[in-house]
Nanobody, 119 residues
Framework: EVQLVESGGGLVQPGGSLRLSCVGSGFPFSLYGVRWLRQTPGKGLERVSSIEKDGSVTFYADSVKGRFTISRDNAKNAAYLQMNSLKTEDTAVYYC????????????RGQGTQVTVSS
């Protein structure tokens, strides 16, 4: 069974940091690119960042450039999203997904982890 499990979300004050983790199982993790996505109520799914199977980083949303860093460790079947200088507008459910489909809405993704940035 293909499975992606995110962790690391929580409540943090503006300016704070969180590190999200994503662990994959049931498939050859190293053969897939990983995308971090986020969704807020009333908004569609947004791509936050992308990293390819070889570790090359190919995308950051303009809103997170310079603050978020994506990485992966294929030996651990894991991907990460380091989020610094968090803003209230970063509040969302964050998902990791693999690029097994051409669109983010149809990619296999995990159950999500809630990130809330609030004072």
């Amino acid at each position: 069974e293909v499975q992606l499990v995110e962790s690391g979300g929580g409540l943090v004050q503006p300016g704070g940091s969180l590190r999200l983790s994503c662990v994959g199982s049931g498939f050859p993790f190293s053969l897939y690119g990983v995308r971090w996505l986020r969704q807020t109520p009333g908004k569609g799914l947004e791509r936050v960042s992308s990293i390819e199977k070889d570790g090359s980083v190919t995308f950051y949303a303009d809103s997170v450039k310079g603050r978020f860093t994506i990485s992966r460790d294929n030996a651990k079947n894991a991907a990460y999203l380091q989020m610094n200088s968090l803003k209230t507008e970063d509040t969302a459910v964050y998902y990791c997904a693999i690029n097994d489909s051409p669109t983010i809405t149809t990619m296999t993704r995990g159950q999500g982890t809630q990130v809330t940035v609030s004072s």
